[in-house]
């Protein structure tokens, strides 16, 4: 069974950037799309990003759009969110999951079957 491991959550003031890794330990992500999404206490789980397995499709959600940044490097075996201008509202526990699409080019932030346990981010002054 794919296990996904979380980094680089942290305090930030806001304007500040993190970034996040997503790696699977002993196993290829280069099979899965990968779908980064959050949760902060009291509200709904909401789809950040994803990226497709040949990487060639990539959305945002709205609030992320123009901020953040999916990356993905199978060299590394590593998916990376690269989060800029973070405001308190960032301020959730980010996971990162895997999908088995059909088709290669395809992504949904909303569609995944495994995640990690996740990693907190806070926006803080």
């Known amino acids: 069974q794919l296990q996904l491991v979380e980094s680089g959550g942290g305090l ?4 500040g950037s993190l970034r996040l890794s997503c790696t699977a330990p002993g196993r290829a992500l280069d099979g899965y799309a990968i779908v980064w999404f959050r949760q902060a206490p ?4 909401e789809g950040v990003s994803c990226i497709s397995v040949n990487g060639r499709v990539i959305k945002y959600g709205p609030s992320s759009r ?19 201008f973070l ?3 960032d301020t959730a526990r980010y996971y990162c999951a895997a999908d088995t699409p059909i088709y ?5 932030p909303a569609s995944y079957d495994t995640w ?8 803080s002054a």
């Open 66 to 84: 123009g901020r953040f940044t999916i990356i993905r490097d199978n060299r590394d075996n590593t998916v990376y969110l690269q989060m800029n």
């Open 87 to 89: 405001q308190p509202e």
């Open 42 to 45: 009291g509200k709904e789980r």
């Open 12 to 15: 930030v003031q806001p304007g």
């Open 116 to 123: 990690g346990r996740g990693t907190q981010v806070t926006v």
């Open 104 to 108: 290669d080019s395809i992504c949904d």
